[in-house]
């Protein structure tokens, strides 16, 4: 069982940045893949990126590409993602999950845990 705590989310204006925080319970987490997925008021769940079980494969959605940037450090059972040069699109709900394949996916269902999510709203 792998429990997931995200934290650091806010309000930022466009242009700003945002590193959000996952804490993993477990003994478990340096062996998941991890993922960042985001959801906006009436929309779907999205993909954002993924990092796998150790740090060494990352995979981004186009739209953050080149603004976002994920980390893990296994020592302390964590996972960020640093967002840079943030817009308005980028506002949402963001999820980390936990991929036991260990290398981490673009399809939500690949997940088997999820946290509860840390709004980020960005001005204009």
């Known amino acids: 069982q792998v429990q997931l705590v995200e934290s650091g989310g806010g309000l930022v204006q466009a242009g700003g940045s945002l590193r959000l925080s996952c804490v993993a319970s477990g003994r478990t987490f340096s062996s998941h893949g991890m993922g960042w997925f985001r959801q906006a008021p009436g929309k779907e769940r999205e993909f954002v990126g993924t990092?796998?079980?150790?740090?060494?494969?990352?995979d981004y959605a186009d739209s953050v590409k080149g603004r976002f940037t994920i980390s893990r450090d296994n020592a302390k059972n964590t996972v960020y993602l640093q967002m840079n040069s943030l817009k308005p699109g980028d506002a949402a709900v963001y999820y980390c999950?936990?991929?036991?394949?260990?290398?981490?996916?673009?399809?939500?269902?690949?997940?088997?845990?999820w946290g509860q999510g840390t709004q980020v709203t960005v001005s204009s």
């Open positions: 999950a936990a991929d036991p394949t260990g290398w981490g996916s673009r399809t939500p269902t690949s997940y088997d845990y």
């Open positions: 990092i796998s079980w150790s740090g060494g494969r990352s």
